[in-house]
């Protein structure tokens, strides 16, 4: 079910930054665990990052320029993306897991909650 906001997509240049935040305000339980997602022009969702009770792991492409964060106090989550690249325009899915929903790795199998999704473009 759609219950978390994306916002902080926008154009950028190559080598540009971009901040997404994941906003849960109106999901009253404690997320257990948060992901990212993309989907880019072509290709199916695929998914790039989760964080549960121990270390985020990342996908390859984006590991060392992307950084998975949350303020569980605030029940959001956030995206900090660096360098970034023509290749990772695409729209952004912030998903949430209740408890007991742990990563696998770099992906969340089992989301009880999905955000409408946030568009990035990179280009000069």
């Known amino acids: 079910q759609l219950r978390l906001v994306e916002s902080g997509g926008g154009f950028v240049q190559p080598g540009g930054s971009l901040r997404l935040s994941c906003a849960a305000a109106e999901i009253t339980e404690d997320l257990f665990s948060i992901a990212w997602f993309r989907q880019t022009p072509g290709n199916e969702r695929e998914a790039l990052s989760c964080?549960?009770?121990?270390?985020?792991v990342y996908r390859n492409s984006v590991n060392g320029r992307f950084i998975i964060s949350r303020d569980k106090a605030k029940n959001m989550a956030f995206l900090q993306m660096n360098s970034l690249k023509p290749e990772d325009t695409g729209v952004y899915y912030c998903?949430?897991?209740?408890?007991?929903?742990?990563?696998?790795?770099?992906?969340?199998?089992?989301?009880?909650?999905w955000g409408q999704g946030t568009q990035v473009t990179v280009s000069s």
């Open positions: 998903a949430a897991g209740g408890r007991g929903r742990y990563c696998t790795g770099y992906m969340l199998e089992k989301a009880d909650y």
């Open positions: 964080i549960d009770v121990g270390y985020p």
